[in-house]
T-cell receptor, first 113, second 115 residues
Framework: GDSVTQMEGPVTLSEEAFLTINCTYT??????LFWYVQYPGEGLQLLLK?????DKGSNKGFEATYRKETTSFHLEKGSVQVSDSAVYFC????????????FGKGTKLTVNP | EAGVAQSPRYKIIEKRQSVAFWCNPI?????LYWYQQILGQGPKLLIQ????????DSQLPKDRFSAERLKGVDSTLKIQPAKLEDSAVYLC?????????????FGPGTRLLVL
């Protein structure tokens, strides 16, 4: 079945460091890819998404590019802030988001001042 | 626009008891989802409704879990009887149909502890 694999956490960085969280997927067809973020005490929020190969999703300084050849959707940010501390989930969906989301296990990020 | 509402936020019960969770989706969203998130794992879909019909319940443990969405708006998820392994956060999400954006919007979740 479809699956998503994320790099194991936790990840601890200093403020202004560069962030990469790796995500690879296994799916038939052409899924849409998502990054969701869960801040402490809050619900899941969509961070960014890409619906076809070579699309780049971006939001709040975060970026991820849909790479079909490597089945990857790695999350990057050039300079993290303390406020970026959260758990990040990579996910896929078969029909642009209306079908169920298949999530990775999540990566906890802590940014220290 | 109000977000997805869930209640209660926290629930502690003993095994073999029953429990129910309530979800009110974003107004006008036809699709509603219930996910189970066990500690340290990503959310897993339990059931998906479109209006008041079930689209996918393939991962719902039907011997103990049930869900309904009367009138295609609010939804209730029930567990009866609960087991220790049901301890998790239960997330409700909703999404619109046919507006070019089918993003799923999540509620804050209900954290269940089964003792």
């Amino acid at each position: 079945g479809d699956s998503v694999t994320q790099m194991e956490g936790p990840v601890t960085l200093s403020e202004e460091a560069f962030l990469t969280i790796n995500c690879t997927y296994t799916a038939t067809g052409y899924p849409s890819l998502f990054w969701y973020v869960q801040y402490p005490g809050e619900g899941l929020q969509l961070l960014l998404k890409a619906t076809k190969a070579d699309d780049k999703g971006s939001n709040k300084g975060f970026e991820a590019t849909y790479r079909k050849e490597t089945t990857s959707f790695h999350l990057e940010k050039g300079s993290v802030q303390v406020s970026d501390s959260a758990v990040y989930f990579c996910a896929l969906s078969k029909q642009g988001g209306s079908e169920k989301l298949v999530f990775g296990k999540g990566t906890k990020l802590t940014v220290n001042p | 626009e109000a977000g997805v509402a869930q209640s209660p936020r926290y629930k502690i019960i003993e095994k073999r008891q029953s429990v129910a969770f309530w979800c009110n989706p974003i107004s006008g969203h036809a699709t509603l989802y219930w996910y189970q998130q066990i500690l340290g794992q990503g959310p897993k879909l339990l059931i998906q409704f479109q209006n008041n019909g079930v689209v996918d319940d393939s991962q719902l443990p039907k011997d103990r879990f049930s869900a309904e969405r009367l009138k295609g708006v609010d939804s209730t998820l029930k567990i009866q009887p609960a087991k220790l392994e049901d301890s998790a956060v239960y997330l409700c999400a909703s999404s619109p149909i046919g507006r070019g954006d089918e993003t799923q919007y999540f509620g804050p979740g209900t954290r269940l502890l089964v003792l």
